[in-house]
């Protein structure tokens, strides 16, 4: 396997991956950041706690990781796995690090400008040991060359799926950007119905699915919420399924809510943006949910108020 030092450096010309290996006491190896070689790699982990998002929003997942799939493939969220999504031009390398003090493992996932686009902690020893066989590149490499995508439709009249990978290409910035365009429903709501929100369904037993992004990578769950909290500086956290999700108010600047074609015909999402118009998260329904559960979310969603 190839080893760290000397790996790539950034402008400042200090190690790429310093934040993640410290050069202290750990090592770093490249592994092929392409598909399907990091699929194959991703679905080796049986116990990973695997982690998407940023100062805005958050999501984190304790389990095993479902076939990860790229912008323009179809996608699933599937109960009991770790659902990740790539923009397969957007993510620039990943890592194995190791601390060699607490023997922890992770796994990271980096876009080009050495922005974090995933990570995943190794709990498990077995997992650790399988870390060994993730295929690793020389350092200096090119790991960012993808296969030939798939076609993505074009979000101004595309589906749900559409909406996510126009996110999932920038942040979604182009997008917001010509929202004039969008040729499905939209309007902005207060992003402070979010904790409402989150707190009804929870209290009926609606389930929902929500999409934390980062560079490049979204992490999504869907289910019953299982508790909500907030507290007194504008942090909401809400138990998803198997999931953490944690959503900090005071970053939000924008808040719409959207209407697309999905499984049920047309479904709303709430799509939260930064202060840079990145849209960090998203609550809706995901795939097949049942009628009645389509219909208790989109008669809640018409009853938020405008911004």
Sequence with gaps: MTDHDPGPRGADGRCAFERCCGRRNGSVRLIDARMPELARCLTLFQHVQAVTGGPVARIDQAGGYAVPSLRGDAFAVTPG????RVDGAGI????????????SVALHLFDAAGRT????????????????????????ASAAVPPAAPEVPAWENGDQLAQLDAVLADGG???????????GEHRTIEAGVVPAVLDHVCSVGLPIGVAVFAPAALQACGGRVHVTDRTVGGRVFAAVAESSVEIDLAGVRACHLVRSTAAHGPTSAIELDDEDGRCVAVITQFGIVGEDVHAAWEHLTASLPDA
């Excluded at 902690?121 to 650790?128: C, H, N, Q």
């Design 92 to 103: 620039a390398s990943a890592v194995v690090a190791r601390d060699e003090g607490t023997g």
């Design 81 to 84: 796995s770790i659902a990740l």
């Design 117 to 140: 686009a995933h990570q995943g902690r190794l709990l498990s020893e077995g997992d650790r040991l399988l870390a060994g066989l993730a295929r690793t590149v020389d350092a200096g």
């Design 173 to 183: 910035t182009a997008r917001r950007r010509a929202f004039h365009r969008y040729r």
